[in-house]
């Protein structure tokens, strides 16, 4: 079974991705750290010509079995996967790893946001996460105050709004709801609400389809 999950930043697809992985015992991929990857790759060279080469060529040399999601998850660094991630031949480097991934033996969880569009459009199970843009703030910001970090709320609500309009705006992204994804917000939800209610989504699509 592949389910796949979308959603814009700190939408907390990751947690919840994990959480279904868990449940249905699925491999996870978050799709994100590969961006953040590549972007971290390329710090510094934002404003310079070669910024695109640069990323181009971090994308192809990507090593996908050490990403550290601990030195990948800061605001910075995620900025800098926005602004990476709108280089389609960025994407197409990373694109075969992804739907490799996907299309192992007995499947996986893939997190991202074209996943259900790109990545897996075959996947049996979309999920597209919502979360009022105030409360993805706020629960970022405890997830990086979790890990030590000193959180600006301020600048980090300007940070989530503008990779999100940058996201959006991507004309190599695929970064909205596939006509088949099933929508959940979790703005009023915990994070054991939330998977409940997705667990209920992947068990009810594969019920109907008779092979769960
Ligand atoms: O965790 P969060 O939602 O904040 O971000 P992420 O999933 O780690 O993704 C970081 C950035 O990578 C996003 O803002 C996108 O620009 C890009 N990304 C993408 O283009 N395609 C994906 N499948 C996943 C992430």
Known sequence: MIIAVDGPAASGKGTLAAGLAR????????????????????????????????????????????LDPLALSTAEVGVLASKVAVIAEVRAALFDFQRQFALQPGGAVLDGRDIGTKIAPDADVKLFIQADSKSRMERRARQLEGRGVVVDRYALYHQIEQRDARDMAN??????????????????????????????????????????
């Open 23 to 66: 449940h249905y015992g699925l491999p996870q991929l978050d799709t994100g750290l590969l961006y953040r990857a590549v972007g971290r790759a390329v710090a510094g060279l934002e404003d310079t010509p070669g910024f695109e080469a640069a990323a181009i060529a971090a994308a192809r040399s990507i090593d996908t079995g050490h």
């Open 171 to 212: 004309p190599n992204g695929g970064f909205y709801p596939a006509a088949d994804a099933h929508l959940l917000d979790t703005t009023l939800l915990d994070i054991e609400a939330a998977l409940r209610a997705a667990v209920a989504i992947v068990d009810g699509v594969m019920a109907r389809k008779g092979q769960h």
